[in-house]
């Protein structure tokens, strides 16, 4: 069984997670969007899980420095947070979240697909549509920062697109995080699950 239980919003992401014999209990806040606790029946559902966890601490990082630097002035090219950011944005968008996308679409979505569920499956797919690109070009506006070539027409344009990814993102995940999840845990058997698992695992 999946419960679901409203935290109310907290000021940080914090993640815990306590193992029982068969099942995973997570504990998840997140800034702005519901707070879940939540039991996993099946291996996806937690994997999944973790990567919209981990991608809510990125959005949230960006978000504090687009509310840091309003989109008229340079950043500081000298804070290595904001840096070691621009770093951690593009890898996460061109690998982390890419693969993540790319699994829910060309693994999972056929699966939930042929359980009925093809019309959530279409809405996420209309939404990694637009968001994908979007997390492209800003992540190719992460490197401009990182390489110094970035100009304050450049910043404008990452700061506009830099508010829009982390909106849709996060409400993305958002979405996965009640109807999707619970979709897997209620249709997904044990043998499919450790399929997908494994197909997860290596797409990593
Ligand atoms: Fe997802
Ligand atoms: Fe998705």
Not at 10 to 35: G, H, I, M, P, Y
Not at 110 to 123: Q, S, T
Not at 147 to 160: E, N, P, V
Not at 177 to 197: N, Q, R
């Amino acid at each position: 069984m999946v419960a679901y239980l409203e935290c109310g919003p907290l000021d940080k992401v914090d993640l815990c997670q306590c193992e029982t014999a068969t099942k995973r209990l997570f504990c998840a806040r997140a800034v702005n969007s519901k707070a879940l606790n939540m039991e996993f029946v099946r291996q996806v559902s937690r994997m999944l899980h973790e990567e919209h966890m981990a991608a809510l601490l990125l959005l949230e990082r960006l978000e504090s420095a687009l509310h840091r630097t309003g989109r008229s002035e340079l950043p500081d090219m000298a804070d290595n947070d904001f840096l070691r950011l621009m770093g951690d944005l593009k890898a996460g968008i061109e690998a982390e979240i890419s693969n993540h996308f790319a699994f829910e679409e060309k693994e999972l979505f056929p699966c939930l697909r042929k359980a009925g569920d093809g019309g959530m499956v279409d809405l996420l797919c209309e939404e990694h549509k637009a968001i994908l690109p979007l997390g492209h070009r800003l992540a190719e506006l992460a490197h401009s920062v990182r390489s110094g070539s970035l100009t304050i027409d450049d910043w404008g344009t990452f700061h506009r697109l830099g508010g829009e990814f982390v909106e849709r993102l996060r409400s993305h995940i958002d979405k996965e995080e009640i109807g999707l999840i619970s979709s897997v845990e209620g249709t997904i058997d044990e043998e499919e699950d450790m399929h997908l698992a494994e197909q997860y695992a290596y797409s990593r």
